[in-house]
């Protein structure tokens, strides 16, 4: 159940992140505009060309990467979120939502896997109450 929810929170939180308002996607529709900033990750490689419009580009990654996009919007966000507050309220709560259903599929991968050996390994039980009463 909450693997599927995660895999949709995810695919929601990559489509808003691709069609991110403002976000130019071919170089020609930046012919004309001033350069106003220039956002790069916490390891200069990937970033954004922000125009004094407010409008930008993503630079050094492709279209099929969406991770150091929202690594670079969220970089970018003290500069781009007074043009878009909406937006990135949006992108925040997509956020939180996938992290969420990140968390609960995971423990559902867990409670599935004890469920699935138990009946193979009958010690199991008893080897999870002693580690549960050693985190308590």
Not at 66 to 83: I, K, M, N, T, V
């Amino acid at each position: 159940m909450f693997v599927e929810k995660k895999l949709r929170s995810n695919a929601e939180k990559v489509s808003f992140v691709k069609s991110f308002p403002g976000r130019l996607k071919t170089w020609d529709a930046t012919l004309g505009k001033t350069i106003e900033r220039i956002v790069t990750d916490d390891k200069g490689k990937t970033g954004l060309l922000i125009f004094s419009d407010a409008s930008f580009i993503s630079i050094s990654f492709s279209e099929q990467e969406p991770g150091p996009l929202l690594r670079s919007l969220l970089a970018a966000q003290a500069f781009l979120e007074p043009h878009y507050p909406e937006a990135y309220q949006r992108l925040s709560k997509l956020i939180t939502e996938d992290k969420e259903m990140q968390r609960m599929a995971r423990l559902e991968n867990i409670m599935g896997a004890i469920e699935n050996n138990l009946p193979q390994i009958p010690e199991l039980k008893d080897a999870l109450k002693d580690f549960l009463k050693k985190r308590s």
